[in-house]
């Protein structure tokens, strides 16, 4: 009987280790990485958690991918909203192109979002209005075209939000959360899409 439950237990940390690790590689197939910063993602060494640029929380779950900077390129695996814990995606000053993954919209904890200064194309995805714990969303200097996601509006916990110097169409929203920017930062995130200088 207790061995049993010993098992089981065993099998419950190991799915869960396995997923998210399994998320990070499927990321690290879809990157370019000439500096081998992801070397040590590797699936032999099983647990995530001491890979470089990750990090768990106390349970083994991961709550921080730090990659900015990273001469990075190639595209964004849609596996990356498998890690449900995260809390901070930081992935900016890098190349990378393709689309934002709408999965993103999965990631409920995360906090901050940081993708910008890359070659990101295709549209804003509207899921990301699923984030309620988002606090700074910044998606500048990318070649993201489209409007901004209504569902932006929805998201109250946000607190820094960075648009500019994309190809972005259409009205900035001015109700809901986008009401409570301070003018300084509205003026800030209306000039900056307005001057393709400022970086
Ligand atoms: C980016 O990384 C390079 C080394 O790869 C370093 O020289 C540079 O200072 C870094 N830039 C920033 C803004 O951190
Ligand atoms: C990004 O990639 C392009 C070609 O793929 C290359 O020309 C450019 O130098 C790269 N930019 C950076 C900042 O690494
Ligand atoms: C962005 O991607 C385009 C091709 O889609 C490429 O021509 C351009 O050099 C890239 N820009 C940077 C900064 O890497
Ligand atoms: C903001 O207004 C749009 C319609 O213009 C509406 O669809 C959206 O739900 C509103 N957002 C909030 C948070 O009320």
Request: with cysteine; charged share 15%; net charge negative.
């Amino acid at each position: 009987m207790e061995a049993i439950f010993l098992c089981l237990i065993f099998l419950v940390l190991r799915v869960s280790g396995l997923s998210e690790g399994d998320a990070l590689i499927a990321l690290k197939s879809s990157l370019v990485d000439p500096k081998d910063v992801l070397q040590s993602w590797d699936t032999s060494s099983g647990n995530p958690c001491i890979w470089f640029h990750v990090t768990c929380n106390g349970n083994g779950n991961v709550i921080r991918v730090d990659l900015g900077n990273a001469s990075l390129s190639g595209h964004l695996d849609s596996g990356v909203g498998q890690l449900t814990k995260l809390e901070y995606l930081g992935l900016y000053s890098n190349n990378i192109s393709g689309k934002i993954p709408e999965e993103l919209g999965n990631l409920e904890n995360l906090m901050s979002l940081d993708l910008y200064f890359n070659n990101l194309s295709g549209t804003i995805p509207g899921t990301l209005g699923n984030l309620q714990k988002l606090r700074f969303l910044r998606l500048n200097n990318n070649i993201l075209m489209g409007t901004i996601p209504i569902s932006l509006t929805t998201v109250s916990s946000l607190q820094i939000l960075d648009l500019s110097n994309n190809k972005l169409t259409g009205d900035i929203p001015v109700n809901g959360s986008f009401s409570l920017f301070t003018p300084i930062r509205f003026i800030e995130c209306d000039f900056h899409f307005h001057d393709d200088g400022v970086g």
